[in-house]
């Protein structure tokens, strides 16, 4: 019985630690500063590398370190860290010959710009809590996959909750409540609709403006109008709503 052997390598560098800083005059909106951890993993043919002392389609961890910081300095006008990842997508799949796709992987660290005296500071920030994510796969031939996301976003509210109706049995002695205060830790992935590099908007800022735009989406429907709230019979079904809430939002999803 004959056959062919196949095998395509997957390797690369993570936790790549790059800083970018914007600087903007305060008219436009003062200086503009991110923190990102990157991950890059790409495929190629390297089957030699396993079977004998052929390194020749490996691509060093030392060069992909080294691309991250290279692609960041060249990002001269901003842009958010999904545009990075196409960015960074796009250079390995293009330079080596041998590279039929590659994945980055984000994660933004969330540093926010401070007000003092109620006015935005030009150039300080603090840092918050959540943490906007995103995973990027590029093709050689073009194709695309953006999945973004928020992690860590820690809601709770104090009033507003109960949960009742479930399960009883001898082992339990929770009591049923209509009152009660409700914290969950959100972590939410969504799908950009883009499925080859030349779907990718033109506008800058889509990306941020739209995870800006989720993240208000998920808290509203946690907390409800500010006077009154919404009331949550369990946590399952605040975060369905809040799920169901940013798919009838942004129908591109």
């Known amino acids: 019985m004959a056959g062919r052997f196949d095998l395509q390598g997957r390797h690369g560098k993570s936790r790549v630690r790059v800083s970018r800083v914007w600087r903007r005059p305060a008219e436009a909106g003062g200086h503009l500063f991110v923190e990102w951890s990157v991950a890059v993993s ?9 079977t004998s002392d052929d390194n020749s389609a490996i691509v060093a ?40 796709e590659a994945t980055v992987t984000i994660v933004e660290r969330p540093w926010e710009r401070v007000a003092v005296d109620g ?20 093709k050689k031939s073009g194709s695309l996959l953006i999945n973004s996301g928020i992690q860590g976003y820690s809601l709770l509210k ?38 080859h590099i030349s779907q990718l908007p033109s506008k800058p800022f889509c990306f941020t403006q739209r995870y800006q735009d989720v993240k208000k989406v998920l808290a509203d429907t946690f907390f409800g109008p500010p006077d009154v709230g919404v009331y949550s019979p369990s946590v399952q079904n605040t975060l369905y709503l809040m799920a169901r809430e940013v798919l009838t939002r942004f129908a591109a999803f």
């Open 42 to 50: 790409v495929v190629s043919d390297c089957l030699p590398s396993y």
């Open 61 to 100: 961890t030392d060069s992909i370190k080294n691309t991250v910081y290279v692609k960041a300095k060249e990002c001269t006008e901003v842009v958010s860290m999904e545009e990075f990842a196409v960015i960074l997508g796009r250079h390995f799949t293009s330079l080596y010959s041998q590279v039929s």
């Open 119 to 138: 006015k935005p500071h030009s150039h300080g920030f603090k840092l918050g809590s959540e943490k906007h994510t995103t995973e990027v796969n590029v």
């Open 158 to 195: 104090t009033t507003q909750s109960g949960f009742e109706g479930f399960v009883r049995d001898r082992y339990t002695l929770l009591p049923e409540t209509r009152e009660r205060i409700v914290a969950t830790e959100v972590t939410a992935w969504w799908r950009y609709p883009f499925e």
